[in-house]
């Protein structure tokens, strides 16, 4: 089971996998309390968007896919909407669309559209070299380190969002002046990650390892540390076996990613649902 690892470009293609999986399960914990999971796909979109765009004109191949992300990020944070009959995820949604319309427009213009497309889509993890990796390791390694010196701080930022209202601590946090500046570093932050991670695996595997591993995880443990390791830990189990069905069966590896994470969620959703089950007929 481990004779892939003999070929450079899988076990750079695992490493880059792990750097991604680790910190975007983390931050997918905080994206699902939240209830903005479309927030990684709008972020994704955007980014791609902006590399669309630096392709199309020929220049700023990094700095623009930033600055795309960091200012759909700053406006994602300031979504305030007051109307109880509107949502978040409808309003990011609708800049999922139409960023999604606007990257394919420009892609359409360049030579190879169909496959750029794709690339976009799913990446090309099997292509990632050290020097990528290492860009990947200082900026992952930059945003894990904020979160963890302040995690308290984003799990408090988290719990506000969430509709408990015996939670007085977080409820008063959300009155605080400083709310907007720590929501504004918590877009940031994502925004950042997905930039990066869209440039070496593709806009779905991103969403994956942001939403499968949370989502799992929350069905597995209460407790947020106890959450938090097990995200990490689907997300890892789904980098390796995500390789290895694509390693053995010749399946693309962005999209075996996917499919490993989704049937790790099929098991783990099975397992919830007979736990549940059985604790009802207890009581």
Same mark, same amino acid.
């Given at each position: 089971?481990?004779?892939?690892? /003999?070929?450079?470009?899988?076990? /750079?293609?695992?490493?880059?996998?792990?750097?991604?999986? =680790?910190?975007?399960?983390?931050?997918?914990?905080?994206?699902?309390?939240?209830?903005?999971?479309?927030?990684?796909?709008?972020?994704? /979109?955007?980014?791609? &968007?902006?590399?669309?765009?630096?392709?199309?004109?020929?220049?700023?191949? $990094?700095?623009?896919? *930033?600055?795309?992300?960091? $200012?759909?990020?700053?406006?994602?944070?300031?979504?305030?909407?007051?109307?109880?009959?509107?949502?978040? %995820?409808?309003?990011?949604?609708?800049?999922?669309?139409?960023?999604?319309?606007?990257?394919?427009? &420009?892609?359409?213009? $360049?030579?190879?559209?169909?496959?750029?497309?794709?690339?976009?889509? #799913?990446?090309?993890?099997?292509?990632?070299?050290?020097?990528?990796?290492?860009?990947?390791?200082?900026? #992952?390694?930059?945003?894990? &380190?904020?979160?963890?010196?302040?995690?308290?701080?984003?799990?408090?930022?988290? %719990?506000?969002?969430?509709?408990?209202?015996?939670? $007085? %601590?977080? *409820?008063?946090?959300?009155?605080?002046?400083?709310?907007?500046?720590?929501? #504004?570093?918590? @877009? *940031?932050?994502?925004?950042?990650?997905?930039?990066?991670?869209?440039?070496?695996?593709?806009?779905?595997?991103?969403?994956?390892?942001?939403?499968?591993?949370?989502?799992?995880?929350?069905? &597995?443990?209460?407790?947020?540390?106890? =959450?938090?390791?097990?995200?990490?830990? *689907?997300?890892?189990?789904?980098?390796?076996?995500?390789?290895?069905?694509?390693?053995?069966?010749?399946?693309?590896?962005?999209?075996?990613?996917?499919?490993?994470?989704?049937?790790?969620?099929?098991?783990?959703?099975?397992? @919830?649902?007979?736990?549940?089950?059985?604790?009802?007929?207890?009581?």
């Amino acid at each position: 089971m481990l004779e892939m690892f /003999q070929l450079d470009f899988i076990v /750079q293609a695992f490493v880059v996998s792990i750097i991604i999986g =680790v910190v975007l399960s983390y931050l997918g914990v905080h994206v699902v309390g939240r209830g903005i999971v479309f927030v990684d796909l709008a972020l994704g /979109q955007i980014s791609s &968007l902006g590399v669309a765009v630096s392709d199309y004109m020929g220049y700023g191949k $990094t700095i623009i896919p *930033i600055a795309f992300a960091l $200012t759909g990020a700053l406006l994602m944070s300031l979504i305030n909407i007051r109307d109880k009959r509107l949502k978040v %995820e409808a309003i990011i949604g609708i800049i999922y669309a139409v960023a999604s319309a606007a990257t394919v427009m &420009l892609i359409s213009k $360049t030579p190879h559209g169909d496959s750029d497309i794709q690339e976009v889509l #799913f990446g090309n993890i099997l292509s990632v070299d050290w020097a990528q990796i290492k860009l990947v390791g200082i900026i #992952f390694g930059a945003i894990g &380190l904020v979160h963890f010196i302040f995690y308290k701080k984003f799990y408090l930022l988290t %719990e506000s969002f969430e509709d408990d209202e015996t939670n $007085t %601590e977080a *409820i008063a946090f959300r009155k605080n002046k400083l709310f907007r500046l720590w929501n #504004f570093i918590f @877009y *940031i932050s994502i925004g950042l990650a997905i930039v990066f991670a869209v440039r070496t695996s593709g806009v779905i595997p991103v969403f994956s390892f942001l939403i499968i591993p949370a989502v799992g995880a929350i069905m &597995l443990a209460k407790n947020n540390l106890r =959450v938090t390791i097990f995200a990490v830990i *689907i997300s890892l189990v789904g980098a390796y076996f995500g390789l290895f069905v694509s390693f053995h069966y010749d399946f693309p590896a962005g999209s075996s990613l996917v499919a490993v994470l989704g049937g790790l969620f099929l098991l783990i959703s099975i397992f @919830y649902f007979i736990r549940n089950r059985s604790m009802e007929k207890k009581t």
